[in-house]
T-cell receptor
């Protein structure tokens, strides 16, 4: 079992719709949770982080965490073509170690 | 700040050759990470350092891989001998420390082993 699992996609949504990206993790001791965005040929960049159960909103992005279910999600409202990228879920396992999922490819159709 | 600097940007080599990838972290960042990214396996953590000391190298795939951090401003990842299955993008990332959420990634080194 992979430590961080994501559906590879691609996930295709029309412009203006809500994109929902999901992630599960295996280590119950994980303490911090991140979403990175990676454009093709570029390096990952952090867009959201969450530590506590519940929702965290930042602009068009909402991260959701459910530690009991070991589940993290990212919602992107009013999706734009510029949101088309690979979204990487990452989990901090305490201290310095951050483990990434393989990523979900998102396409936003204009 | 120039960010995390990696070199070379692209490396093409033949099987059996030694490959050395280089990384300069952001000044003041205490931790440095080496990741490898492929389509099949995604972004894998190979090794990370804190204050120049290797903390966890359990992700290093084989003894052919080695990494060093001789000082706070420089790290290398070496593959000797290289094999075609080592072809991937290798990222270096640095981190300021606990209380700071963001990993800062370099631009990566695209390695092709023929």
């Amino acid at each position: 079992q992979k430590e961080v699992e994501q559906n590879s996609g691609p996930l295709s949504v029309p412009e203006g719709a809500i994109a929902s990206l999901n992630c599960t993790y295996s280590d119950r001791g994980s303490q911090s949770f991140f979403w990175y965005r990676q454009y093709s040929g570029k390096s990952p960049e952090l867009i959201m982080f969450i530590y506590s159960n519940g929702d965290k909103e930042d602009g068009r992005f909402t991260a959701q965490l459910n530690k009991a279910s070991q589940y993290v999600s990212l919602l992107i409202r009013d999706s734009q073509p510029s949101d088309s990228a690979t979204y990487l879920c990452a989990v901090g396992q305490g201290g310095f170690k951050t483990i990434f999922g393989a990523g979900t490819r998102l396409f936003v159709k204009a | 700040d120039a960010g995390v600097i990696q070199s070379p940007r692209h490396e093409v080599t033949e099987m059996g050759q030694e490959v050395t990838l280089r990384c300069k972290p952001i000044s003041g960042h205490n931790s440095l990470f080496w990741y490898r990214q492929t389509m099949m396996r995604g972004l894998e953590l190979l090794i990370y350092f804190n204050n120049n000391v290797p903390i966890d190298d359990s992700g290093m795939p084989e003894d052919r891989f080695s990494a060093k951090m001789p000082n706070a401003s420089f790290s290398t990842l070496k593959i000797q001998p290289s094999e075609p299955r080592d072809s991937a993008v290798y990222f270096c990332a640095s981190w300021l420390g606990i209380g700071n959420e963001k990993l800062f990634f370099g631009s990566g080194t695209q390695l092709s082993v023929l």
